[in-house]
């Protein structure tokens, strides 16, 4: 552990602080070169320094109190209201910023367990019903809020599965999610036939646009075929979306979207008995910064119609771009339907060991998100990304011809732990050990740990430590674990 920093004794001077700053940067993702396929979503850097001026211009101001900053309940007020008009919410349509989307999922399930408890107040143990696909935001907000998650496995297209999703259904049953689209294969989940389930079984429905929701408008003015998904649904009632990602905004802003006020009133937080005075809240911070909502409010002023269009045309057409090439890598495939901007690759049969592929294109500085059950990689697609979809075609058409000459690979680097991770059946082990992972992140040092090298300590838990002792052999194990237990699995083989 390096040195504990302590504050220094003197003020330093301000340039020299900011030139370290951008020292720092040094080993961060590449976004502006359009070398990162998610995280960031940049236009250019005319549009980012005008987010940072609009930024700044409120980063002192807070919106926990309206009443002292009107400017931020205004702007706050017409983002929701310009938000819900995209997304053809009735006139009744209400809602809140708040700072991202894992926020927002948050509180559509705390809305609805708290709906429930004023309306069926003989629910104790609260459940909702979502498609295995659905943000890891859901998972959090049970584990915090007490409302279990029952998740249903998809069908093959990758979408939710209604038939089973409705099998799940019981009387303690609070809520049904959808997505529009889901980030790991960016397919959009069959929302009106949800919203039939929903009406029929007078459930509320939250569609999770965070991901999708200031894209899909603008794909379908293009003519992209899009299945519909938001207010137009009549089941749906509630909607979450980012304006942080395809809104182009500063992070962390989005949105959350209510059919009308008789389910976003439960959002709120109201508390009376404070020696400091009445306190309420309609999401779950207290002080709520201004920066994110002004630059918000600023973002969809300046983009209009006319450059939201324009970025989402040229995403498009990287996409498909991207698409098509990926699909002509005879190693590679890409997984789920063709709705929006993102691509998924996985390895085509057992051609290629997917995270060797990614360990290889990351020495090439790109950027990966590997993803698990199936293994495979998600590519979010920027206008941004478009000047370098060739570029990543041809290497990645290297990469994993290499990959396929070189197997070993698999057992090497990251591959190797991601691979472990993905194929260990016993999930709680595997929780053990990012949670090592975790801790060696948090504590205290400034130093990043080895993620291909993390089961030398004798800390880092079963899963890790099996890893680093027996490398390939190890995954080889695993695989063949694996088969064995989906041919015992009722069912297997007909």
Same mark, same amino acid.
């Given at each position: 552990?390096?040195?504990?920093?302590?504050?220094?004794?003197?003020?330093?001077?301000?340039?020299?602080?900011?030139?370290?700053?951008?020292?720092?940067?040094?080993?961060?993702?590449?976004?502006?070169?359009?070398?990162?396929?998610?995280?960031?979503?940049?236009?250019?850097?005319?549009?980012?320094?005008?987010?940072?001026?609009?930024?700044?211009?409120?980063?002192?101001?807070?919106?926990?109190?309206?009443?002292?900053?009107?400017?931020?309940?205004?702007?706050?007020?017409?983002?929701?209201?310009?938000?819900?008009?995209?997304?053809?919410?009735?006139?009744?349509?209400?809602?809140?910023?708040?700072?991202?989307?894992?926020?927002?999922?948050?509180?559509?399930?705390?809305?609805?367990?708290?709906?429930?408890?004023?309306?069926?107040?003989?629910?104790?143990?609260?459940?909702?019903?979502?498609?295995?696909?659905?943000?890891?935001?859901?998972?959090?907000?049970?584990?915090?809020?007490?409302?279990?998650?029952?998740?249903?496995?998809?069908?093959?297209?990758?979408?939710?599965?209604?038939?089973?999703?409705?099998?799940?259904?019981?009387?303690?049953?609070?809520?049904?999610?959808?997505?529009?689209?889901?980030? #790991?294969?960016?397919?959009?989940?069959?929302?009106?036939?949800?919203?039939?389930?929903?009406?029929?079984? !007078?459930?509320?429905?939250?569609?999770?646009?965070?991901?999708?929701?200031?894209?899909?408008?603008?794909?379908?003015?293009?003519?992209?075929?899009?299945?519909?998904?938001?207010?137009?649904?009549?089941?749906?009632?509630?909607?979450?979306?980012?304006?942080?990602?395809?809104?182009?905004?500063?992070?962390?802003?989005?949105?959350?979207?209510?059919?009308?006020?008789?389910?976003? !009133?439960?959002?709120?937080?109201?508390?009376?008995?404070? @020696?400091?005075?009445?306190?309420?809240?309609?999401?779950?911070?207290?002080?709520?910064?201004?920066?994110?909502?002004?630059?918000?409010?600023?973002?969809?002023?300046?983009?209009?119609?006319?450059?939201?269009?324009?970025?989402?045309?040229?995403?498009?057409?990287?996409?498909? !771009?991207?698409?098509?090439?990926?699909?002509?890598?005879?190693?590679?495939?890409?997984?789920?339907?063709?709705?929006?901007?993102?691509?998924?690759?996985?390895? &085509?049969?057992?051609?290629?060991?997917?995270?060797?592929?990614?360990?290889?294109?990351?020495?090439?500085?790109?950027?990966?998100?590997?993803?698990? &059950?199936?293994?495979?990689?998600?590519?979010?697609?920027?206008?941004?990304?478009?000047?370098?979809?060739?570029?990543?075609?041809?290497?990645?058409?290297?990469?994993?011809?290499?990959?396929?000459?070189?197997?070993?690979?698999?057992?090497?680097?990251?591959?190797?732990?991601?691979?472990?991770?993905?194929?260990? #059946?016993?999930?709680?082990?595997?929780?053990?050990?990012?949670?090592?992972?975790?801790?060696?992140?948090?504590?205290?040092?400034?130093?990043?740990?080895?993620?291909?090298?993390?089961?030398?300590? @004798?800390?880092?838990?079963?899963?890790?430590?099996?890893?680093?002792?027996?490398?390939?052999?190890?995954?080889?194990?695993?695989?063949?674990?694996?088969?064995?237990? &989906?041919?015992?699995?009722?069912?297997?083989?007909?």
């Amino acid at each position: 552990m390096s040195e504990r920093k302590t504050i220094p004794h003197s003020g330093r001077d301000q340039d020299e602080l900011l030139g370290e700053m951008q020292d720092l940067r040094t080993e961060d993702a590449r976004y502006r070169e359009g070398r990162t396929w998610s995280l960031v979503y940049y236009v250019d850097p005319d549009h980012h320094s005008f987010l940072e001026r609009a930024h700044n211009s409120f980063f002192s101001e807070n919106g926990l109190n309206p009443m002292a900053f009107k400017s931020l309940k205004r702007m706050e007020s017409e983002v929701v209201q310009m938000t819900a008009s995209m997304l053809h919410g009735p006139d009744s349509a209400v809602g809140t910023m708040t700072s991202g989307g894992t926020e927002s999922l948050l509180m559509a399930v705390k809305a609805m367990r708290d709906r429930a408890r004023r309306h069926r107040p003989w629910v104790r143990r609260p459940n909702m019903v979502l498609p295995r696909t659905v943000h890891a935001a859901f998972d959090k907000a049970a584990h915090y809020f007490g409302v279990r998650a029952r998740y249903v496995d998809v069908r093959g297209d990758l979408r939710a599965d209604v038939r089973a999703m409705e099998r799940a259904i019981d009387r303690n049953t609070i809520l049904l999610v959808g997505s529009a689209p889901q980030y #790991p294969h960016g397919v959009v989940d069959p929302i009106e036939e949800l919203g039939a389930l929903a009406r029929r079984k !007078k459930l509320p429905l939250h569609v999770d646009a965070c991901f999708g929701g200031f894209m899909l408008p603008w794909l379908e003015r293009l003519g992209h075929p899009v299945p519909l998904w938001d207010f137009r649904v009549p089941g749906v009632t509630s909607i979450s979306a980012d304006v942080h990602k395809y809104g182009y905004a500063a992070k962390g802003a989005s949105t959350l979207l209510y059919r009308d006020m008789g389910y976003l !009133k439960h959002q709120f937080f109201i508390s009376t008995d404070w @020696p400091g005075g009445i306190y309420a809240s309609p999401s779950m911070p207290g002080t709520r910064p201004g920066g994110p909502i002004a630059a918000a409010w600023a973002a969809m002023q300046v983009m209009g119609e006319e450059g939201y269009l324009g970025l989402a045309e040229t995403a498009l057409e990287t996409t498909r !771009k991207l698409r098509d090439g990926i699909d002509a890598i005879p190693q590679l495939e890409v997984l789920g339907d063709f709705h929006c901007t993102s691509v998924t690759w996985g390895a &085509r049969g057992n051609a290629v060991d997917v995270y060797a592929v990614a360990d290889l294109m990351a020495e090439r500085s790109w950027s990966c998100d590997r993803q698990q &059950r199936p293994p495979c990689i998600h590519l979010t697609v920027n206008a941004n990304n478009a000047a370098v979809a060739d570029l990543y075609l041809a290497d990645l058409a290297e990469c994993a011809a290499r990959a396929a000459r070189e197997p070993e690979l698999a057992g090497e680097g990251e591959a190797a732990m991601y691979g472990m991770m993905a194929k260990v #059946p016993l999930r709680g082990l595997v929780k053990h050990s990012v949670g090592k992972v975790m801790e060696a992140m948090y504590d205290g040092s400034t130093d990043m740990p080895d993620l291909s090298n993390l089961g030398d300590d @004798p800390s880092a838990g079963p899963v890790l430590g099996f890893l680093n002792r027996h490398g390939a052999r190890a995954l080889i194990a695993l695989d063949r674990l694996g088969s064995s237990v &989906r041919s015992l699995r009722p069912g297997a083989g007909r």
